[in-house]
């Protein structure tokens, strides 16, 4: 079952609620928390797939850490969510709160049904079953693969990072790439944190090949606790900015959607009004795959030479507008064609830049920034040649910089990288 074609069907859409760091309930990212998925629970139930949680839920792995997400989750029963656990998860040397609150989220419907895979694997005293928070499940016609980097290491507070993939989930994990690449169906994987960040060499080029020559679509990954995007020219990966120890800008969640060809994401801040708009398609020349053929970028043109314009728009409440332009020419009004995704016919002449879609809100006053909203691409102007490997594959070398218009800042703030000491 490949993904729907552009104009065939819905797109998968995921949120994406960054690193929570849950330390109490008094704490700025509890409240944070509570904002975040009150204005997720506040779409339409049909606007999304499932809000994705990467890990690092609890600052420090504790059953009362964990207690104020599940407190927050109770207040939504039909929100959909996946998750993984992130190093902060088993900061004192065990993982069993996090098992504890992913058997009794990842094991309901709101989180699929899923369960931990045993597996025994080496340690430095001796082999031990280790229990792996990986599953997969197709979404919208996407494979989804949640990969679990922290519980065959043997990091702990005191000690420091050893991400780690072992061998079963490894072999599980090439195995199920493989199968949805053979099958042409698109591919995304989840992750804490970059291939690059693996502890064992062999591990960061396995894992790195595997995402390049099965030419998976998105890597989603926390960690960083900045919004990032690098793209080598087949994966899109994204980091998203984190909740509870955040230096990156206003809270919020990013959102990512795989529409036919196209992977895109944007982050979606707090303090900003609906409507929220992303373009599913065509693509931004930033993310095309390469080689950026018409259809590969969702720019074949009909017989009136129009590309077809697709948006998700999220809101509380029906836009009152939504529409398109080339660069600044006239707008072109756009309609909704499911619960997700407005469209429209836009003439696209040879030598134009920018393809601009906007929603407005019905309290929009036609004025100001609050209640109107626009996402703004760079289609790819001509086709390019297919990309070599990465030199560092897997890694952040490839990061595409700042990107206002995404949410993207550049500077790379935060304890992983340029950030204080949390």
Known sequence: MTAN?????????????????????????????????ARIAGLPRAAFDFAYLPGDIAEDGTQAQYAILRAALARHPDLPVRLIPGDHDRQHGTIAAFDALFAEIAGSPRGGGHRAVPHRLPRPEVEKEVRHFC??????????????????????????????????????????????????????????????????????LDLAGLLWDGRVRLVEMGHTH???????GRTLY????????????SVGYAVAAIDGPVTSWRFRPLDRTAPFVLVTSPADRRLATRPSTEAAAGLVRDAQGRIRVRALVLSDR??????????????????????????????WPAGSRVLRVEAADPRWPGHGPDFVDADAIEPPAAAGDAPAIPERPGSDTFRIGVWPGKGVRGDQLGPNRAGRQW
């Open 226 to 232: 900045y919004n990032e995007l690098a793209h080598d």
């Open 318 to 347: 029906e836009p009152a507008l939504c529409r398109c332009r080339a660069d600044h020419g006239p707008w072109t009004a756009m309609t909704r064609v499911s619960a997700r995704i407005f469209e429209g016919r836009l003439p």
């Open 238 to 249: 994204a980091a998203a900015r984190s909740v509870g120890q955040n230096e990156d800008g």
């Open 135 to 204: 599953y997969a499940e197709t979404v919208a016609g996407v494979r989804c693969l949640f990969v679990d980097m922290v519980s065959p290491g043997y990091g702990r507070k005191g000690v420091g990072l050893d991400f780690r993939i072992g061998a079963p989930q490894m072999a599980w994990l090439a195995g199920e790439i493989a199968e949805a690449a053979a099958g042409d169906r698109p591919c995304a994987v989840f992750l804490h944190a970059y291939p690059d960040d693996l502890r064992p060499p062999q591990e960061r």
């Open 5 to 37: 074609p552009p104009g065939e069907g819905d797109p998968f859409v995921l949120l994406h609620v960054g690193d929570l760091h849950l330390t109490t309930p008094e704490a700025a990212s509890a409240r944070d928390l509570d904002a975040i998925l």
